[in-house]
């Protein structure tokens, strides 16, 4: 017996047997051949040395190597074995896309663009075996691989919860790997104001701070911690993560927060509510009534002024303006508020919401950007060309559609990460509610079947959302994103019909391995 497993290892560690492929997200097309060829130090990455960009995936490639490995590849040397970036624009199919080749003389990745060329690097790196003792066989195989969706998302909210610079950065390079490309920022809440703003220096004076939190869930606990808390990115870190995320093709889509989810502004700025205040930082979790005055002039300068920087800072086509949860209390009473209802012949205090977001659309337009907000925006009108976030179900993003705007899916009932991995929430980290096991993830399906043919077209893609009440460190933000992320990978990369939760399961038995050695804290199924 034991000369027979002797025998089968012997077979299978010679590449006889091809090993099935664990990439995640699968792949469009996989051919898988005989034999392997053998990543070492003489092989010799081969790319155009002028394209800058080819250079950086070169380089990141070595350093996950070096860090996994041990082993460093030479670039561009003659008469080697050699790993091949090409770019071609001839190729067919998305700019996203990508070929890549192992036969086992060399590995060719070919693609339209770099960010191709990079899709074929992550691809590779999966194709690595897992064990880490013996050669870096890689199996002979040919991939002809582009993405689904091109909205390919996920968010971070740091304003309940501040996360260092080391985690957003880890946080990307996670993304990275599974060919995810926005980086959506969630940046201002109503608990913590986290960007540095050089016009308004109070924002980080004192919106970034709060004098404690609440202990326990919001719903049911009446206790504070005593502690402040606080944080926020200065310019400088972020430019710099905005360039780390572009070298590993992602989009960072900010998101200043309006009307709603303001009082952190309002705590350094009550001359921009309706009331006057005072207000204070939040220290408890939930949606508040106060929010930025629609009436004041004051109100739009400010965030004009805001925006100038943001836009300065985060060179993206969409600027995620917020526009949830925003109560028309305040709104209800305030002359300001009223006067400009009337004076605009606006309905109600909806109109008024969408007179709001419209403004600002045309502001942000005239610098060159457009403008996404979650779908409390179609409320009163959508602004001409704004682009919506279906977060409560999918109705907003089918409403949208059909109204011919833009739209990224992200329902809470299969997309949002702060809910609980299991129904035993006793045995998990405390979360705000909810039950998104990993296998409801995988089955969404971003193209809602109410949809027309042409209206589909109107479906940029889907993202994952982590809110951060309840996820106070970086170790529990990975929790709770891993293993979703590798489902959701799947629901915005892998053709429709590719698909198998059976065996997506089955690569996943070897991304935990990976995930395990690469110090990710994911959940254990
Ligand atoms: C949201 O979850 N309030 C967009
Ligand atoms: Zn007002």
Redesign the pocket.
Known sequence: MRKLFLFLFLFASAGLFAQPLAIIPQPSQISQGEGSFTLSQATTISFDATKPELKSIAAQLNEHLNKFYGITLPLNEKSKPTLSFRLNKSLPGSDEGYLLKVDPKEIVITAKTPAGIFYGVQSLKQMIPVSQNGPLTIPCAEINDQPRFAWRGLHLDVGRHYFPVSFIKKYIDNMAMYKLNTFHWHLTEDQGWRLEINQYPKLTEISSWRDETVVGHAGRSKTYDGVGYGGFYTQKQVKEIVQYAADRFITVVPEIEMPG?SVSVLAAYPELGCTGGPYNVMTTWGVHKDVLCAGKEETFKFLQNVLDEVCELFPSKFIHI?G??CPKDRWKECPDCQKRIKDNGLKDEHELQSYFITRIEKYLNSKGRQIIG?DEILEGGLAPGASV?S??GIKGGIEAAKQKHNVVM?P?SHL?FDHYQSKETEKEPLAIGGYLPLEQVYSYEPIPEELSADEQKYIMGAQG?V?TEYIPSTKQAEYMVFPRICALAEVVWTPKEKKNFTDFSKRMDTEYVRLYRYGVNYRKP
């Open positions: 989810h917020g949830d949860e979650w976030m977060w409560r992200t809470g949002y959302n809110w």
